[in-house]
Nanobody, 119 residues
Framework: QVQLVQSGGGLVQAGGSLRLSCAASGSTFGDYVMGWFRQAPGKEREFVAD????????SYADSVKGRFTISRDSAKNTLYLQMNSLKPEDTAIYYC????????????WGQGTQVTVSS
């Protein structure tokens, strides 16, 4: 099973940008669909974006479409989330996750990283 370690995040003003990273180890990175999720205070965890194994197909939640970009670097076994035009409602703990190809659920999760957007 793949292990995921996140970095990035922090405090930024509305309109600013941040990049999250998620380093994978312990298994073949290319075997996994990778995703980002977030959980705001008092709310359930929600899907943000995912990227297929070869990196050619991505999908996004409507709330982040056009502002966030998910990408992966197979040479570095790393997943990224570039977040631009951040809004206060983007404030949440962000988690990266991995879904083994052929399975329907994400079973490996990063430790989470806080993103806070001030108005």
């Amino acid at each position: 099973q793949v292990q995921l370690v996140q970095s990035g995040g922090g405090l930024v003003q509305a309109g600013g940008s941040l990049r999250l990273s998620c380093a994978a180890s312990g298994s073949t990175f290319g075997d996994y669909v990778m995703g980002w999720f977030r959980q705001a205070p008092g709310k359930e965890r929600e899907f943000v974006a995912d990227i297929r194994r070869l990196g050619r197909v991505t999908s996004y939640a409507d709330s982040v479409k056009g502002r966030f970009t998910i990408s992966r670097d197979s040479a570095k076994n790393t997943l990224y989330l570039q977040m631009n035009s951040l809004k206060p409602e983007d404030t949440a703990i962000y988690y990266c996750a991995a879904r083994y190809s052929g399975l329907t659920d994400f079973r490996s999760w990063g430790q989470g990283t806080q993103v806070t957007v001030s108005s």
